[in-house]
């Protein structure tokens, strides 16, 4: 089982990461000009708020005693409020995050729903025109920007076509669930522009592959050696894909949840903004960022699950 | 490449390779439109005319008017010279901040770099959008911010890439030779290592490039990069959403000319790539 030793080791290796993660969510809203207890109380605290926040958080002592402090808040669980919905922001984030799951979760996917038949038919007919035809559109396809996207989705299936809802998130879980085909399938659009062209190379080295040779000589038709010992061998690297790109996932849902109007974490996020709501800004950027180190994590666990060749 | 090919006029190598024909023709017809755009713009791009609003598709508005009568085909072609603004210093800064570091964590070694590199994971393990709109949070918005935050976060890419490069460069017998004629360090790191290194980042730039411009224009489209009633493809998109249902053509325009713009960037890097032996 010592192939599986990192997932002890790789929790102690992170401890930097996670340091300077804390020291950065610290710095960014000190860095705010103005009286720290006014910004993160906004301009109508009362001064017995200002003064507990200050007891709090020690906004008397030097900086490196604030950070302290911060940090111990933070173990508590203890975010802070948010200033316009009267809450605190640990128990706002935990009824954000669904929504954002939902949508990471509909992402993917679609993702693979949409790039593994691509990149199959790509490196089974490599150089001929369906080749060139896929590789052009993924090209193509990085370049689309999320939030127009999704907006000519709507335009099409929920304007044109009235299949699907506009916009919103829905109460029961089927209207949740179609709440969630658009912007997931916007996601997973730019998405499959990066994973088709990772399985595809992934496609073309397996069929030039040992294994693949092995098989064929058996006797197995081309079609079984494709599906049984190619793609599954080309979809290891891909987790690790998925999860390289997972902030640049996160990045499209917060785009995506405006387009939407998911109230999500990105949504929220992006009003915390336009509301001067610090402590909310702070607590989401921190829930991303530890969300993005634990799905890297994960993956390298699910990478190794997969490949017993691999050692971590 | 060989030297044969390196022998030959430039407009033979590019004409050899259509990929990358194209991607500059693409990239040249925008700044072309961008330097042209007061000339060729038929209409001010923030005039309103109350008597023109939602106009469809027409001779007179070939990318028809918003809801504010302006025209749609002067706004794309005002946007062009913002949003290839936003795709070139954009991604400058970040290059010139990222190249620095890296060349200095990869030359020295040590615990310069162990600090570096540890920096750099930290600011990985931050969403790249994330992080970039905790930035605009504190400097409020605008393109100004944007920029800035550009340069904070994105500067780590070009960082490891260099390094990478620089590790395998220092031990080569020239850079050896460099430094056994007693040249400072900061010549052969200018000089002699860094010119070598540079290949992968130049092809990255490219890809970075689109990157970037689709961040510039969400960002835009957020409200928190640039500002109405500027004329910039995403905030054209976010203002247009409204009306989706009425007048679809003020969203499309501004769309395309982003992918397009995009696109040519993609093939110019995927060329440059090829023709320089460069794999990402």
Do not use: C
Request: glycine fraction near 8%; hydrophobic fraction near 55%.
């Amino acid at each position: 089982m010592h192939r599986y030793r990192f997932i002890l080791l790789r929790p102690l290796q992170l401890v930097p990461v996670l340091f300077g993660i804390s020291i950065i969510t610290f710095v960014l809203v000190r860095l705010i000009p103005g009286d720290p207890a006014r910004v993160l109380l906004g301009t109508r605290a009362t001064p017995s708020a200002i003064a507990n926040i200050r007891a709090q958080y020690g906004l008397d002592d030097p900086i490196w005693v604030q950070y302290l402090y911060f940090l111990k808040n933070l173990g508590a669980g203890e975010m802070g409020k948010s200033v316009v919905y009267k809450i605190d922001v640990l128990r706002l984030i935990a009824t954000r995050i669904e929504p954002t799951l939902a949508l990471v979760v509909a992402g993917v996917v679609l993702t693979l729903v949409i790039a593994v038949p691509f990149a199959a038919l790509s490196a089974r007919r490599q150089g001929r025109a369906a080749d060139h035809a896929v590789r052009i559109v993924s090209t193509a396809g990085l370049g689309f920007p999320a939030f127009w996207l999704g907006m000519m989705l709507i335009l099409l299936f929920s304007v044109r076509l009235d299949w699907l809802p506009v916009a919103g998130y829905g109460e029961s879980f089927s209207e949740r669930l179609q709440h969630m085909i658009l912007p997931g399938l916007t996601i997973a659009l730019s998405l499959s522009a990066i994973i088709t062209r990772s399985l595809r190379a992934g496609m073309i080295a397996g069929l030039s592959s040992d294994v693949a040779t092995a098989a064929r000589a058996r006797g197995m038709p081309e079609n079984v050696v494709f599906w049984r010992h190619v793609v599954p061998n080309a979809v290891v690297p891909t987790v690790n894909l998925l999860a390289v790109n997972i902030g640049w996932l996160i990045g499209g849902t917060v785009v995506v949840e405006s387009v939407f109007a998911v109230p999500g974490l990105g949504q929220l996020m992006v009003r915390a903004i336009f509301s001067r709501d610090y402590m909310v800004v702070q607590g989401v950027a921190l829930a991303f960022a530890l969300a993005t180190v634990l799905t890297n994590f994960l993956a390298d666990i699910l990478t190794v699950a997969l490949d017993p060749r691999v050692e971590m | 490449m060989s030297l044969l090919s390196l022998s030959l006029p430039l407009r033979a190598r590019i004409g050899r390779r259509p990929m990358l024909a194209m991607g500059l023709a693409i990239l040249g017809g925008f700044v072309a439109l961008a330097l042209l755009a007061p000339l060729i713009a038929p209409f001010d791009p923030i005039l309103q005319d109350a008597g023109a609003k939602l106009l469809p598709p027409s001779w007179d508005h070939p990318f028809g008017t918003d809801n504010f009568g302006r025209d749609v085909f002067s706004r794309v072609l005002w946007g062009t010279r913002i949003d290839l603004q936003i795709a070139v210093l954009g991604v400058v800064f970040p290059f010139l901040i990222g190249t620095g570091v890296g060349t200095v964590a990869g030359f020295f070694g040590g615990w310069v770099d162990a600090v570096l590199m540890r920096v750099i994971d930290v600011v990985l393990a931050f969403p790249f959008l994330v992080l970039m709109l905790s930035i605009i949070a504190i400097l409020g918005p605008g393109l100004a911010s944007f920029y800035i935050a550009m340069a904070l976060v994105g500067w780590v890419s070009y960082a490891r890439l260099i390094r990478a490069q620089i590790l395998v460069l220092k031990s080569q017998d020239f850079a050896v030779a460099a430094a056994s004629l007693g040249f400072s360090r900061l010549r052969i790191m200018f000089r002699h290592l860094l010119p070598n290194a540079l290949a992968g980042s130049l092809v990255f730039v490219m890809s970075d490039a689109v990157l970037v411009l689709l961040n510039g224009a969400s960002i835009s489209y957020l409200g928190l990069g640039v500002q109405p009633p500027v004329a910039e493809w995403g905030v054209m998109v976010a203002e247009a959403q409204g009306f989706i249902s009425q007048a679809w053509w003020i969203t499309l325009f501004p769309g395309l000319a982003i992918v397009t713009l995009a696109f040519g960037f993609s093939l110019t890097g995927d060329a440059l790539a090829d023709l320089m032996g460069v794999h990402e």
